[in-house]
């Protein structure tokens, strides 16, 4: 019997891969930076993908870390890198 419900983001790498999916379908303004509340609030909405906040934060670090997604300094912009961008086009 199972009690809980499976996670679709729980692993790090599903959970980056949704916010590169998510990232690619926002307008970037200024610079090519995406405000990060614009991933945030579908990722994480009742309404969106229903994920948690610590699946956001581990999504977001496993696709800084790839080079993926570049996070401002501020926390407050994500840029979509060549990498990431080039992450979901199909072969």
Request: charged content about 25%.
């Amino acid at each position: 019997m199972k009690l809980m419900n499976e996670r679709p983001y729980s692993a790090p790498e599903a959970a980056a891969r949704k916010l590169i999916e998510l990232a690619k379908d926002i307008e970037a303004v200024q610079d090519g930076r995406i405000h990060i509340e614009k991933i945030n609030a579908p990722f994480l909405s009742k309404t969106g993908c229903k994920a948690s906040g610590a699946e956001f934060d581990v999504g977001i670090c496993y696709a800084v870390e790839r080079g993926w997604l570049d996070l401002h300094e501020s926390g407050t912009f994500v840029k979509l890198l060549a990498a990431g961008d080039g992450l979901l086009r199909p072969n």
